[in-house]
């Protein structure tokens, strides 16, 4: 048993060689849940999961087995979109999916039957999609509207009053995008005949379209697409699998009108996310992953043989439960051991060593990289949050009340996409809080990057995973309750500090307390 023996290089060359996962290549998947059976299944489906939760892992090791289960898949990834606006997106995945289609018909059909639904489907979209982006047209009927502006004008006699009427007519101007989406509404039924005919004409029971990294474009125009694509493939042989973050996506929208679709009445959820709120059984699941890995390796319960009593839940911890950043941080822990000639066994020093390496600067990496008009506000808001924990109140959980959440949805909810960029986790969704405090709270800890490499000695970490006498999580219903007015505050303020200002902050205080400076002494002469 040693880390540098032969077959852990092999694990983690294994490892390394799953960090990056492409259509071209069958990933290396491990099935501990029962989702491939679940994703194969003939429904709509909305798959869940945070960056590196295995969405793409799964959707790409479906894709390479589809058809060899009768069913043709449609591959396609937001990323390749994201830059277009509405309703060109929309057209572009349209003909994405009229293309791949076209792509499985038998050879002479393909090239003899010119006058396919399906060619004629992708020759209209290609025209819409080339459109001009703008044409205005003004309508014959104008509207006619009398403004009157009332100023006071001072003088030396007093003040005078002067009136001035304005007329306003102006005529309805209409944008080409408009134009779009009508035609897009009118052909609909067109495009839904085009698929029907090409899936009659596979050589495969079904075809499903697999979306991936959804929440990738424009959150504004979700609810538009999904909803189209919903209404395209209903009631026909093709089924939808959208891979997306959670609270980074919005299904529907009810104004003016009922847009998109609804979890559990038109499409089903698959939920690929493991949380702190459970560690046991989340340390479990990681520890089976990454033993049925080592197998493959040669390797017998690897995280038993190579681990000390507590490295196990340290590297859970430091991964917040996520299935490929607990591989990194084993990869890295692993090379800081053996960097610095250790090579017994892995310990929680090692662990944290490994973690230091994919820091908090990752996350906010991937935050300001998913770009939208949001992202500043967000940053703000876990500026606000870095302070009140790491300043103000020198612990790393904080509470947020049920009560609030219900009265304030929208800030509750930046809460949450802050959850899903990995950058705090949820330790307990439902708590009272000690000291008299009323009501019901969720409890939440700031990632351990944050605090644990460097340690910062000045900071009471929360040890939620410990259990006391009364069955309570350790300090978790002492936690200061965070209010959702400062989310507001820091959304809308014009705050410049960063995360890093804070974190150097706090750093450098704990140097101050460690190491104070000398009285300065005063000469006098």
């Not at 790491?390 to 009265?407: M, N, V």
């Amino acid at each position: 048993m040693s880390l540098s023996e032969k077959n852990i290089e092999n694990l983690l060359h294994t490892i390394r060689n799953t960090f990056r996962v492409r259509k071209n290549q069958d990933p290396l998947y491990i099935e501990l849940a029962n989702n491939l059976d679940r994703i194969s299944a003939p429904q709509h489906q909305i798959i869940f999961g945070r960056r590196g939760s295995g969405k793409s892992c799964l959707m790409i090791h479906y894709l390479n087995q589809a058809q060899h289960k009768g069913v043709f898949p449609v591959y396609i990834l937001a990323d390749e979109y994201k830059k277009l606006t509405y309703p060109d997106i929309l057209i572009r995945l349209l003909i994405h999916i009229d293309e791949e289609l076209l792509s499985a018909q038998p050879f002479l059909q393909r090239h003899l039957n010119r006058k396919s639904p399906l060619r004629k489907s992708i020759k209209i979209l290609r025209n819409l999609l080339n459109s001009p982006g703008t044409a205005d047209v003004t309508e014959d009927i104008e509207r006619s509207s009398a403004v009157a502006v009332e100023a006071e004008i001072p003088n030396p006699m007093g003040t005078a009053k002067a009136t001035r009427g304005t007329k306003k007519s102006q005529g309805r101007t209409s944008r080409f995008k408009e134009k779009k989406l009508e035609a897009l509404e009118r052909q609909l039924h067109d495009h839904k005949r085009a698929i029907e005919f090409a899936i009659n004409n596979i050589n495969s029971d079904r075809a499903c379209i697999l979306l991936d990294d959804f929440y990738l474009l424009p959150r504004s125009w979700h609810p538009d697409v999904v909803d189209y694509l919903h209404r395209l493939v209903r009631d026909t042989d093709i089924y939808l699998k959208i891979a997306t973050i959670r609270h980074r996506t919005t299904l529907s929208r009810n104004h003016p009108h009922t847009i998109g679709v609804e979890l559990f009445q038109d499409v089903e959820e698959i939920n690929l996310d493991r949380t702190l709120d459970d560690l046991e059984t989340t340390q479990g699941y990681l520890a089976q992953m990454l033993n049925t890995m080592g197998e493959g390796c040669n390797l017998d319960k690897v995280t038993e043989t190579h681990f000390n009593p507590n490295a196990l839940q340290e590297l859970t911890l430091a991964s917040g439960g996520v299935p490929r950043d607990f591989l990194n941080i084993f990869v890295n822990s692993v090379e800081a051991a053996l960097a610095e000639q250790y090579d017994r066994w892995l310990t929680p020093k090692w662990v944290w060593k490994g973690a230091g390496r994919l820091t908090y600067q990752t996350k906010l990496k991937n935050l300001r990289e998913d770009e939208d008009e949001a992202t500043p506000g967000l940053e703000r808001v876990f500026v606000d949050l870095l302070r009140f924990c790491l300043t103000e109140k020198k612990k790393t959980a904080f509470l947020i009340s049920q009560d609030e959440s219900q009265q304030r949805p929208m800030e509750h909810e930046i809460i949450q996409q802050l959850m899903d960029m990995k950058l705090i986790h949820v330790i307990e969704p439902d708590t009272s809080a000690a000291s008299g405090r009323s009501g019901r709270y969720e409890a939440y800890t700031l990632d351990f990057s944050l605090f644990m490499e460097p340690r910062r000695r000045n900071i009471q970490i929360v040890e939620f995973w410990i259990r006391g006498e009364d069955s309570h999580r350790k300090g978790v219903r002492e936690s200061p309750v965070y209010p959702l007015d400062r989310v507001y505050e820091a959304f809308n303020g014009t705050d410049k500090v960063t995360p890093e200002n804070i974190l150097e902050a706090t750093e450098q205080e704990q140097k101050t307390e460690m190491n104070p400076e000398p009285r300065q002494v005063e000469l006098f002469q």
